[in-house]
């Protein structure tokens, strides 16, 4: 496995090891994190664990969008920028046009049954075919629009929608709204910009994106890069994600997705650009990686799927199992063209396979997370105040979080019990970690942990 450096984007662990990719291959510095002396100090014995004590597992699709099959309509537009390269020769005309709505069915109700959870990218101008808050030429506006509402009424809630920017080929002149002229590197927005961009410049472009979204009643919280997006403004991009996702839907925790880590590094979200912390205007940008590279059919929809590379048959190798071991965020990454296989269906099959394995060995130590979920609870996580007095351990969160669970050391001689917001709720006792779920708690030896909904604002656990 070929180790990545933490800055590098996906497609640049793409490119190197399967030449696949598009975009570039330079370190430049991340986004600026949040400093540990800008984050609340944890008391002696009181420590954050991951919601109900389980690895989050996370599946991440790229290239998805309604119909459109980018691995067929991408690779001549790519053939065009990047001529030298031989992935983009392959026989495109040959691979089916289509992704058709009775897969994206089949898929999805299949992973409602199994509890996964992730992201599903929608690219709003896939591919430069047609916009999808108005036409798709090639499909009538009633298949454009079942399409549409088989995402919202199917893949939601269990899936987060990001746009992967506008087109995943061709860079839009907001302006006109049509492809900037020059097709070349420059021109594609696997590699844009080659050049500094501002904050304001970058939060327009990817705020175009939200708003086609938006128009077709999808909601997001976040944004993927295609490629080697923002390679160069890393920092300024991080911006531009909480400028825009704010903007457009008012959200409150904005997130994105760029990064492979599939060395030694954390696979833990990372807080960017925070601000207002202790005020009523906090800002952040979360970071959320995905920790596996894409070994199932890829982006093309051409490869064949090694599954045991995520998971082997009893779960007993694999880079999925060597991060639940390590105790490290599980987010599995593949290309929506690589699940379809061009109408075979081989990388959706390679993927069932390694959700059933997971489970088998797995089940209880795990719990599967949209990016939403993870962004909301690391924020809180890593930015709720936390003191311990005598008896009891107040906490001041700047965010609520579901399943918030703490490791307390100590003696606790009666079950303990949360007060927020002028109520008071006992915790239940459980016999097992594997059980805790909100508000329960486990004894451990001369320790505790405890699982509740935490409230925005103030929360006492009291302890005796």
Not at 322 to 330: C, F, S, V
Not at 389 to 407: K, N, Q, S
Request: charged share 25%; with cysteine; aromatic share 10%.
């Amino acid at each position: 496995m070929h180790a990545l450096d933490s800055s590098f984007s996906r497609r640049d662990f793409l490119k190197a090891s399967s030449a696949a990719a598009v975009g570039l291959a330079a370190n430049w510095a991340a986004a600026p994190l949040a400093r540990a002396d800008e984050l609340p100090q944890r008391p002696a014995g009181v420590k954050v664990l991951f919601p109900r004590a389980r690895v989050p597992l996370s599946f991440i699709i790229d290239d998805s969008t309604c119909l459109v099959n980018m691995g067929h309509f991408c690779t001549p537009q790519f053939a065009t920028a990047w001529p030298q390269r031989e992935v983009y020769k392959k026989p495109w005309k040959t691979w089916p046009r289509e992704i058709p709505d009775s897969f994206v069915r089949t898929f999805g109700e299949w992973c409602n049954e199994n509890g996964v959870k992730g992201k599903y990218s929608i690219v709003p101008n896939p591919a430069c075919v047609g916009w999808l808050d108005r036409e798709l030429p090639g499909w009538s506006r009633r298949e454009l629009q079942d399409s549409i509402k088989l995402v919202r009424d199917l893949m939601l809630p269990n899936w987060d929608i990001h746009p992967e920017m506008i087109t995943h080929t061709r860079v839009i002149d907001l302006k006109t709204g049509r492809p900037l002229e020059e097709i070349s590197a420059a021109t594609m927005e696997n590699s844009y910009p080659r050049e500094k961009k501002s904050v304001d410049e970058l939060t327009a472009y990817l705020a175009y994106a939200l708003r086609i979204l938006k128009n077709c009643d999808l909601p997001c919280e976040g944004v993927t890069t295609p490629g080697g997006f923002g390679n160069v403004v890393k920092p300024e991009l991080a911006m531009a994600v909480q400028q825009s996702v704010r903007d457009v839907y008012r959200t409150e925790i904005p997130h994105y997705f760029k990064y492979v880590h599939t060395g030694d590094e954390s696979t833990e979200p990372k807080i960017e650009q925070l601000s207002g912390l202790g005020t009523d205007n906090i800002n952040l940008t979360v970071n959320i990686p995905a920790g596996t590279g894409d070994w199932f059919g890829g982006w093309q929809g051409d490869r064949i799927s090694e599954p045991d590379r995520y998971c082997n048959a009893d779960a007993t190798s694999g880079r999925l199992v060597e991060l639940i071991q390590r105790g490290q965020p599980a987010v599995l990454l593949c290309h929506w063209p690589g699940m379809y296989s061009n109408g075979a269906s081989e990388g959706f099959h390679a993927f069932q396979r390694i959700v059933k394995s997971l489970a088998s060995r797995f089940g209880e130590r795990t719990i599967w997370m949209k990016l939403t979920e993870m962004a909301r609870y690391w924020a809180a996580k890593e930015l709720t105040g936390i003191k311990r007095e005598a008896g009891a351990i107040t906490l001041d969160a700047p965010f609520a979080a579901p399943a918030f669970t703490m490791h307390v050391s100590g003696d606790v001689k009666n079950a303990p019990s949360l007060d927020h917001d002028g109520k008071r709720q006992m915790l239940r006792q459980v016999s097992k970690s594997s059980e805790l779920k909100p508000g329960t708690w486990h004894q451990s030896k001369q320790s505790q942990v405890v699982c509740f909904d935490l409230g925005k604002g103030r929360s006492t656990i009291r302890l005796s």
